[in-house]
Each structure stands twice: as C-alpha cells, then as structure tokens.
C-alpha cells in the first residue's frame, strides 16, 4: 500500500519548480551573453575614439550608473523596455573600457586582452559550477560583501584622487578581483535558488561580476606581463 500513499503532486510540483528554475538560469545566461556582445559592440565603435571617450570618461560613468540603479528599477516588469535599458548599459560599460583596451594595443599588448579574457572565462564558470553544485549555504554573505565593496570604492577613490600610489592600485585591483571572485559564487547561488523575480535583473549581476573580474585580470597582467 506504500507504493499508493505517494504523493505525487508534491512530486510533480517538484518538478515543474526545478524545470523552471532551469529554465531562468537558461535565461539568464543568454541575456548575459548577449549583454557581453553589446558591450563587445560598445567598444568596438567607439575604439577609434579612445581619446574623447577619455575625455568624457567621468560622464559616461554617471550615464551608467543612472541607468544601473534607476533605469532597470524603472523599467522592471515592462518587457521590451527593460532589455532596451540592459542593452545600453552594457553597451556604455563596453564603452567604458576603451581607454584601458586602447592603451594595451597602443603599448603592442593586444594579445594580453584575449588572455584576460579568456581566463575570466574560465575561472567564471569554475566559480558558477561550485556555486551551483555547492552544499554550502552563502546568502548570509550578502552584508559583508556589500560592505567589502563599499569599501574597495572608497580605497580606489582615495588612490586615484589623492595617494595615486602604483602599489595601492595592485592591492586594491586584487582586492577587486577576489571581491567580485566571491560576489559570482553569492550571486549564482542567488539565481539558482529563485532570489530573483527577472533573469534580466540576474544577468546585470552575474555581468558586473564578470567584467569586473575582467578588467582586474586585464589590469593586474598589464602590471606583471609588461616590458618594464
């Protein structure tokens, strides 16, 4: 009689949630993927306007941020609007990012961005598969990484604005590197286990986590693989 005392519903709903959940990390990582050829794009049109795009470096960051913290807010649960607003702030980060990518190839250093790349890559998707696979519980780290953030901004900004000090940008660009290591793993896990209403919202963080992690390795072989 055990075999008729199942509950299959409580199965099947089982199910159908883990089908879903798939499904929006399937989502998700297509968004982030195409988020990452925007801001391929972003980059790519405007390299050979390295030196404007130098120039207004600091309003295009407000550009972002304007669009990273209300724009998508703004744009949430509104469909086409809120991909429009995902695919131009990843386009302006692309933008963002030609300085540093211009200096690399004007030093003859180009090959060393692929290498950045490539080792993002495959350290991201390291970091997702444990997050995923992982036994251990990480959502009560959001407060101490968000913390840890606050407080890697304001180091950056006190080195760039006042110490300018080489060694302070190398422990502060690990720092990043390591932060946003850890921030992949919290947010994956977060993803994975239905913490997000929107795979857009879910592919803005898992980006930010990769390009950042990005720019920290470009940055970091930059100061360790150059000539001098």
Known sequence: MALYDRDYTSTQTE?????ASVAFMKQTYQLMGASMIAAAAGAFVTMPYAETVQQ????????????????????????????????????????????????????????????????????????????????????????PLFITLIVVIIASLINIFILQSPFMHVIITAGILLLFSIMTIYDTQNIANGAYDSPVDAAVSLYLDF??????LLQLLGIFGGDD
């Open 56 to 143: 207004y470096k600091w309003f295009i960051f407000g550009a972002e941020m304007l669009i990273l913290f209300f724009g998508l807010s703004m744009s949430r649960g509104k469909p086409g609007l809120n991909l429009a607003m995902l695919f131009l702030f990843t386009f302006l980060t692309g933008v963002s990012l030609v300085p540093l990518l211009a200096s690399f190839i004007g030093m003859g250093n180009g090959a060393m961005i692929g290498n950045a790349f490539l080792m993002t890559s495959v350290l991201f998707g390291a970091l997702s598969m444990f997050a995923i696979n992982s036994k251990t519980d990480f959502s009560s780290w959001g407060k």
């Open 15 to 19: 199910h159908v949630q883990e089908g």
């Open 211 to 216: 390009l950042n992690m990005f720019t920290a």
